[in-house]
């Protein structure tokens, strides 16, 4: 047990360049928040929902940060500061880091059946500030969600998101942004408004040409099952 604590203190270190020790992570509130979140939901689990709720609300006024009981998290999550909404359904992998006023949020269904109202985040996934996912959507692994962005729809795996709503964006594979970069996109000049405009219309022909080249296969395969029936009903004929 003290390895893995030990472990997940060094995960946590080698995300944060603040920290001087070990023991400085110990006092952050994302780590209280994830430790009492992991007692609410073992509770959770076993239909104390009573007492998990209460140990919940005691998280959310010491930490503020709220974590449904009823969520899922992996290993070596870790919450940047604080303010950050969890939903009952979330599910989220290992290795993941959510930034401030961050929020896994849920839909509200109108049939009055619950289910799965809240998104599965993959592992390695980097939630920056702000940023809100929404509804029982699946975030790829190593995904990066910018800041302030809304997704509302699947994200596949490795893509960076960003606008109202989300939108994949290109991003410069460097050295500096193949790993953990802090808030989930670098900041360079590629990121001022005008460049990210061009960039999504750039994402969006991608998407297109893609989209076109599938369409000019099933076209081709069509014609070719087409051709080999005809020949088929000329041989017979013959």
């Known amino acids: 047990m003290f390895q893995e604590l030990t472990r997940y203190l060094d995960s946590v270190v080698a995300r944060d360049p603040s920290p001087r020790s070990r023991w400085e992570v110990l006092l952050y509130p994302g780590v209280w928040a994830l430790g009492l979140h992991r007692v609410a939901h073992w509770l959770f689990e076993a ?21 449904h009981p009823g969520a899922k998290i992996g290993r070596n999550f870790f919450i940047d500061h604080g303010f950050v909404v969890i939903g009952e359904t979330a599910e989220i992998g290992d290795d993941v880091t959510m930034y401030q006023g961050s929020t896994l949020g849920g839909t509200n269904p109108t049939n009055g059946v619950g289910g799965k109202r809240h998104p599965t985040i993959g592992d390695g996934v980097i939630v920056s500030l702000g940023a809100a996912i929404l509804g029982p959507i699946h975030v790829g692994a190593g995904a990066r969600v910018g800041a302030n962005a809304v997704v509302t729809k699947d994200v596949p795996e490795g893509a960076t998101m960003v606008g109202i709503p989300a939108k994949p964006t290109l991003v410069e594979v460097k050295p500096e942004t193949q790993s953990f970069v802090p808030y989930g996109t670098p900041c360079t000049e590629r990121f001022d408004p005008a460049s990210q405009k061009l960039e999504l219309l750039q994402c969006e022909v991608q998407v297109l040409q893609k989209r076109l080249a599938e369409l000019m296969e099933e076209r081709d395969a069509a014609a070719a099952a087409k051709q080999a029936a005809a020949r088929k009903r000329k041989a017979k004929s013959a």
């Open 47 to 67: 239909e104390l929902f009573f007492l998990a709720r209460l140990v919940n609300t005691f998280s959310r006024f010491m930490t503020a940060i709220d974590i």
